[in-house]
């Protein structure tokens, strides 16, 4: 058992499934869960696990962290830039820090603030859903999701015990620095959920809107299914990673471009080229 004591901060979507997934690989741990609610604190009391409380400890104050020698933020970006600091006078000598946000660089830079002694490792699972709350945890979650881990300086030990504990979790831990991490997540799930509420935004904004109900149907709800995800999380999101997210949107205005000249002009050799491209590329990802 790579860590004795974990203190989950956040017990939504991945909180929640992250304790459940600890809880049955680890079932002499000490979990301490931490939410601001106190409905998400009922509810997170009442979850079993074999027949045993799945959280040792719940709390609605920061100063529950004290004794854990592993501290997992899952909650909002700019929460967790809020959290670190106010969390820091309790953490104990040689804890680890993690996290789950979708944005790094902003995370990382907050963390550097965290006292001598205290091991902040930068993380990501590319897991989640557009469902939220711990109402819709469950185990296995994480099962062969890749972990971006983002290791600083002097963070080498502890990112190992980190990396095993996500191993175990059977999720694939990959090393990488934060600016590639957000360049590379703006353009695989940023922009496609920025994408997602503005087509929804078009659809089910426009005037005949009710007409429409009739004819939405799979490749709708498909494609727009991530737009049901959290405003307030992703408005986060977009702020922290704004530079790259920018960069992907000018990219998509000019395939757009290129889309709305075939089709004004009636170029249909070059519509069918530009569908043939992304059938293909699309192939190549399964």
Request: net charge negative.
């Amino acid at each position: 058992m790579p860590f004795n004591h974990t203190a989950i901060i956040g017990l939504g979507l991945l909180g929640g499934s992250l304790a459940l997934d600890l809880r049955k690989r680890f079932p002499a741990m000490t979990i301490t869960g931490i939410a601001r609610r106190a409905e998400t604190l009922g509810e997170a009391s009442a979850l079993r696990m074999d027949g045993a409380p799945v959280f040792t400890h719940l709390s609605r104050e920061l100063d529950a962290v004290r004794g854990a020698d592993l501290v997992v933020l899952c909650t909002p970006v700019q929460t967790i830039v809020a959290q670190l600091l106010e969390m820091a006078p309790h953490l104990a000598p040689g804890a680890v820090v993690t996290d789950v946000g979708s944005t790094k660089r902003v995370i990382m830079n907050a963390a550097t603030a965290l006292p001598t002694g205290i091991f902040f490792v930068g993380g990501h699972p590319m897991a989640g859903s557009d469902r939220k709350g711990l109402s819709h945890a469950r185990l296995g979650l994480y099962e062969g999701a890749t972990w971006a881990v983002c290791v600083p300086p002097g963070a080498e030990a502890a990112a190992e015990r980190l990396v095993e504990l996500i191993q175990t979790l059977g999720a694939i831990p990959l090393p990488i620095e934060a600016g590639f991490h957000d360049e590379l997540v703006a353009l695989s799930s940023h922009l496609p959920h920025v994408v997602a509420a503005a087509l929804a935004n078009v659809v089910l904004g426009h005037p005949r809107a009710d007409a429409l109900q009739p004819f939405i149907a799979g490749g709708f709800k498909d494609t727009t299914r991530i737009a049901a995800s959290s405003p307030a999380m992703w408005r986060d999101i977009c702020l922290a990673n704004r530079d790259y997210i920018l960069a992907a949107l000018d990219t998509l205005l000019q395939e757009l471009g290129a889309w709305r000249e075939a089709l004004a002009s009636r170029d249909a050799a070059h519509l069918e080229a530009l569908f043939t491209t992304a059938r293909e590329r699309r192939e190549r990802l399964n």
